[in-house]
């Protein structure tokens, strides 16, 4: 079945690519590249991930296209390899978020009563604990590899998801037509994901633009800490860390990782406006 | 508006539940990090005789439990106790950070909601032209940089560069109001810019979201200029998850700005907790815990009860 | 974390000729009577005057003023500021008196005598004597101490006063190089009452306590009654806790502070164009050490542990780790500049064939090891691991780093797990050096390494009198430290500071960084 309507999908997509305006194409391409970045990395990386090629800060050069890091290894390479360490890690742990914090929101939105003061309880007790102190003693407790980092974090990150559904959701789930369904008998997973979902998912999929930031940024956060990433693994969040201190010298090398972040949150969000547009149904322009 | 009082009323005490139960996590979660205060103290100096002897003078040799009902005990009379690391009382300890910290975030809010607000609603105005992206692309590359380094550039540009801030937030009680804002002008900013972005977008998100509304239409027919149909009509239904966004981020720049702080030695409560836990000060660590616990708990409350006043459907009992 | 001792780097001369005309007489310390330090013939002259701002990389909110529970760089300044010890590391590497003007040996060198300073004032206006001397060392004794002194002083038999100025401190054993100890930064002498020394900052040293807010800032202000002449010249003095190496530099720079400890050595070479700073660099005493257990798998194979020795590229990691600011290592603790160091004892290089050949001779293939690091270790350790696996893999041999959690580092994993990152900051004598973390069965013996031959010549050389058989069995325990032991010590790590030209010093003391922690004492600022 997926096979036969594959190549139907794929004229959609790009038709509707094609309607689509120029910042969402862009937004489009740019992920689109990152993620091939990422599938390929060995393939385009002229080096090894850890191998060290020369000695330490070695200027821009056609052998080393961005130079060389702190310990001398090829920054493109790094820079190579960290799309793909660091999209994996905030990809899984941003879904992993988003189906906790989501379903627990939309439940608690739905059902109201105990199970509401239940969820939002347990939840304001997860809340009220520091993020960057509670995944310290976290992770100081279960160590910090990376299956810990991304419950960890998914398990922190996910309070914050449910928070916003459910302020969102509760919005919702008194409209008059979510009445009408809870009339019509419907059951309460039609209401949550029939009723619900589709009317809140607009201000979920902005938010989740952003909380995929975030998370590049906690990690980068817990490396100042001494948490984080196992070496010799590239990623952007201490890549920036281990060469912020070159900025304050006005030298650019901490802006490459920095701005690999940077250049996918500003597509992701371009994309994600897109599609906020497209589905406030807005006819204008 | 009965109901909103029972509302806070029933949260206020939900409220002192979470604190109760927050206060058993933390110290369940600093009992089981490795190590105690007598070997963290020590570090690589520990012996175990030394050890003992410095856990028997601490107290520390009595069980878990009965040094948690005894906390709780003394903490419900209102007293946190004294610091494990150095016998100081740690109300004192923690008056004046906790005075720095919520000064800190007052600043950076004064700060960053207006501009959130106005950014997010002339963003919504002009969405989708040449000064939505641009306000799009500066609040995205800003959040995508980490705060430590959010900090250095803004070190170098007017620290080091144009030299008319300093660089390290040296304050203390004997400092004058003025000398303060302006130790505390870079870390402020610091912290506006990284909270700014997410308030803004979620303002712009809301917005847009409600402008295929019929009621908008309507106000449009009217003949209302565009931006009186989003102040007026558009902005007060979207106020609710605004109001979430900000306070989320307000708890943030109470609670979690342990980084900004170490860049430039703001003496708040931040580095404080951080030194606890690694020390395993744990009086300590569940004081300043408390109260950020308590913070969360109010502004969530205050949060709530806007989202209420906003939309008062959500008053009426099913 | 600073933490241990360091060596004096002495120039061999001045040592041997102290310690000669100490064995002849059997009194050393006759040298050092004047215990002033000696002013340098190039020096420029110190101003009086001024508030002396300096960022330290240490600090913490659960710091006391407790001299037995100093910890790190931060309390170590400011603890000097305050207090006066027995003796001092001249910045030539003599051991001078301070608070003792000289002291004596028994033949036996069991039975220690000091003679105390006339004159010497403490902040509260009390007068030095022998029983606050005898309370403060008994601070660091007994079962309820927490310092950490009390395992270095677990020789000492009994300490009295004899007459209001003279102590005589008792051993269990021999140890001629015991007055070293009492120079020890955590051995400050307090004023005592009925036997308690008073811990609450009052010193006698060349400034009073004015301020402090621990983790962030200590003041201190000039001690209108300072016994020493030509000292502490600052009007008042301040210690700035600024953990983050960044901001450290950036105050720097700024100029909000005069001087900073622990620059970041890989950008060192862009913060030398500033030419409104000046960077010191001394010592290379304090050591990287991985310590293997040598009673565990695959490490109770001496080959094998031969193998790792030579895997490691020592070059590349001054080279890259240190920038250049730092020594090799030849697998032993003791520092070039000491002098019963084994100059002739072949350094060991990076060789990834004999490490194969060891590998073979062990009976392995390959090999595959879990290296446990944390920059609570030493800032870089974990990138050290990061180039030592490149490095063995060279060799055939895989290393694992793993990157342990900075918080509870030295609790959980240093000397837990077999193969670790750490530290030294050395010994200001061989002998305590060895016996700290190489002697069979010392607490910090991290290795576990207990060889019969080494631990024979240890105890021999305590209580040797004669300097050419004590050089003889030093030299002979390096060699089985480098040969045998179970620990790789790649490099020593110079003292690197960057400090304002408006700050005046002399020769900088490399006994510990910031001029043997005494920089609020030697240094002085020359816009006043």
């Known amino acids: 079945m997926t096979f036969l309507h594959s190549p139907r999908v794929i004229r959609t997509g790009v038709s509707k690519f094609k309607s689509a305006p120029l910042s969402a194409k862009f937004g489009i391409s740019i992920i689109i590249l990152y993620m091939l970045t990422a599938l390929f990395a060995p393939h385009l990386a002229p080096y090894g991930e850890a191998e060290i090629v020369a000695t330490p800060f070695e200027p821009w050069s056609a052998q080393f296209w961005l130079g060389t890091d702190n310990l001398g290894r090829d920054m493109f390479t790094r820079l190579v390899f960290g799309a793909r360490n660091t999209l994996g890690i905030a990809l899984v742990t941003t879904v992993l978020a988003f189906s906790l914090g989501c379903s627990a929101g939309l439940a608690a939105a739905t059902f109201g009563g105990w199970t509401d003061q239940l969820l939002s309880r347990l939840v304001d007790v997860l809340m009220s604990i520091p993020q960057l102190i509670f995944a310290l003693l976290l992770l100081s407790i279960f160590g910090t590899s990376i299956p810990t980092l991304i419950v960890v974090i998914a398990v922190l990150d996910s309070t914050r998801v449910f928070r916003l559904t459910r302020a969102v959701a509760i919005n919702v789930a008194v409209l008059d037509y979510v009445e009408a369904a809870r009339l019509r008998g419907e059951g309460p997973i039609w209401i949550m994901t029939r009723e619900i979902l589709p009317n809140i998912a607009p201000t979920l999929i902005a938010e989740f633009g952003l909380r995929f930031c975030f998370v590049f940024l906690l990690i980068s956060g817990l490396s100042f800490l001494g948490l984080g990433i196992q070496p010799p693994t590239a990623d952007w969040g201490s890549m920036v860390r281990d060469s912020a201190t070159l900025i304050t010298y006005g030298d650019v090398t901490p802006l490459l990782p920095a701005g690999a972040i940077a250049l996918l949150a500003v597509a992701i969000n371009l994309v994600v406006d897109w599609f906020l547009h497209w589905a406030s149904g807005l006819k204008e322009d | 508006m009965e109901s909103i009082a029972k509302i806070i009323g029933q949260r206020v005490a939900f409220g002192a539940l979470t604190l109760w139960i927050v206060s058993l996590i933390i110290f369940a979660g600093v009992q089981l990090l490795p190590g105690d205060i007598a070997t963290e103290l020590l570090g690589q100096s520990a012996t175990p005789e030394t050890v003992a002897a410095l856990r028997k003078s601490l107290g520390l040799d009595i069980p878990a439990y009965l040094r948690y009902f005894d906390w709780l005990r003394s903490i419900l009379q209102g007293n946190f106790g004294t610091a494990l690391a150095n016998g100081r009382d740690i109300a004192e300890l923690i008056e004046p950070r906790l005075f720095n910290t919520l000064l800190l975030a007052a600043s950076a809010a004064v700060i960053s909601v207006p501009l959130a607000l106005i950014g997010g609603i002339v963003s919504a105005l002009y969405r989708n032209t040449f000064i939505d992206r641009a306000i799009n692309v500066v609040t995205l590359a800003s959040i995508s940089f980490p705060e430590f380094f959010v900090a250095y550039i803004l070190i170098l540009f007017l620290a080091v560069n144009a030299g008319i801030l300093p660089s390290l937030s040296d304050v203390d009680q004997s400092t004058s109001a003025l000398g303060r804002l302006t130790a505390m002008a870079l870390p402020a900013l610091t912290l506006a810019v990284v909270v700014l972005a997410h308030m803004l977008r979620m303002t712009r998100t809301s917005i847009v979201n409600l402008l295929g509304n019929q009621y908008i239409e309507t106000a449009r027919l009217k003949g209302l200029p565009e931006w009186r149909v989003l102040v007026r009509h558009a902005l007060p239904n979207a106020l609710g998850p605004i109001a979430t966004v900000i306070v989320l981020n307000l708890a943030y720049l109470i609670t979690g700005v342990v980084v900004v702080e170490v860049v430039f030695v703001y003496p708040g409560l931040g580095q404080l907790i951080v030194d606890s836990v690694q020390k395993r000060d744990i009086p300590v660590v569940q004081a300043c815990s408390l109260i950020f616990a308590a913070t969360y708990v109010l502004l969530n409350l205050t949060a709530d009860v806007l989202s209420i006043v906003m939309n008062p459907r959500l008053m009426r009992p099913k | ?420 990152a750490n530290y030294w900051g050395g010994r200001p004598t061989a002998d305590w050096t060895f016996s700290t973390a190489y002697e069979a069965g010392a607490d910090w013996n991290e290795s576990h390494w207990k060889n019969p031959r080494f631990n024979e010549l240890l105890i021999a050389a305590r209580s040797e009198l004669d300097d050419a058989k004590r050089l003889d069995m030093y030299i002979e325990m390096q060699s089985l430290c480098r040969d045998d032991g179970g620990t790789i010590i790649p490099v020593f790590a110079n003292y690197v500071n960057a400090l304002s030209t408006k700050v005046g010093h002399n020769k900088i003391g490399s006994n510990w960084d910031l001029d043997s922690f005494r920089c609020a004492e030697r240094w002085w600022l020359t816009d006043v």
């Open chain 3, 1 to 420: 974390m600073v933490k241990g001792y360091d060596f004096s780097p002495l120039s061999a001369v001045n040592r041997r000729r102290f310690l000669q005309s100490a064995a002849a007489i059997g009194a050393i310390g006759i040298g050092s009577a004047s215990g002033i330090l000696p002013s340098l013939a190039e020096v420029t002259t110190p101003k009086k005057g001024g508030h002396f701002k300096i960022g330290v990389g240490s600090g913490s909110t659960s710091d006391t003023l407790d001299p037995a529970t100093y910890y790190e760089t931060f309390m170590y300044i400011f603890g000097h500021s305050l207090h006066g010890y027995l003796t001092e590391m001249s910045p030539d590497g003599n051991l001078v008196g301070e608070l003792a003007e000289s002291w004596e040996p028994s033949k036996d060198a069991r039975t220690w005598t000091f003679k105390l300073r006339n004159g010497v004032e403490f902040h509260n206006g009390k007068s030095l004597d022998a029983d606050d001397v005898v309370a403060s060392i008994n601070h660091h004794r007994g079962d309820q101490t927490k310092s950490g002194m009390k395992n270095p002083l677990k020789t000492v038999q009994d300490i009295r006063s004899d007459g209001p100025a003279t102590v005589v401190i008792s051993l269990t054993a021999g140890n001629v190089d015991f007055p070293y100890l009492m120079e020890h930064y955590q051995l400050a002498i307090m004023p005592a009452k009925d036997g308690k020394p008073d811990i609450s900052g009052v010193g006698c040293g060349g400034y009073v306590l004015d301020g402090i807010d621990f983790g962030v800032k200590a003041t201190a202000k000039r001690f209108a009654n300072y016994w020493k002449p030509d000292s502490a010249w600052l009007d008042s003095f301040e210690v700035l806790a600024i953990r983050d190496v960044t901001a450290r530099t950036n105050a720097l720079t700024t100029g909000q502070i005069h001087a900073m400890d622990r620059c970041d050595l890989k950008t060192l070479n862009l913060l030398k164009r500033n030419k409104g700073l000046e960077i010191t660099s001394v010592g290379g005493t304090q050591h990287y050490s991985l310590g293997m257990f040598v009673d565990a798998a695959p490490f109770d194979n001496v080959d094998v542990r031969l193998a790792l020795k030579y895997a490691m590229n020592r070059q590349q990691l001054l080279d890259t780790l240190l920038n250049g600011y730092g020594q090799l290592g030849n697998d032993h603790p003791i520092a070039s500049s000491n002098r019963f160091f084994a100059k002739n004892l072949p350094k060991r290089e990076y060789d990834p064939e004999k490490a194969k050949f060891h590998l073979k001779k062990a009976g392995l293939s390959d090999l595959k090891v879990q290296y446990y690091a944390s920059d609570a270790a030493y800032t870089g350790a974990v990138d050290a691991g990061v180039l030592y696996q490149q490095d063995a893999a060279k060799a055939g041999i895989t290393i694992d780093v793993v990157r342990a959690p900075a918080d509870g580092y030295y609790d959980n994993v240093w000397m837990k797990k077999p193969f670790t």
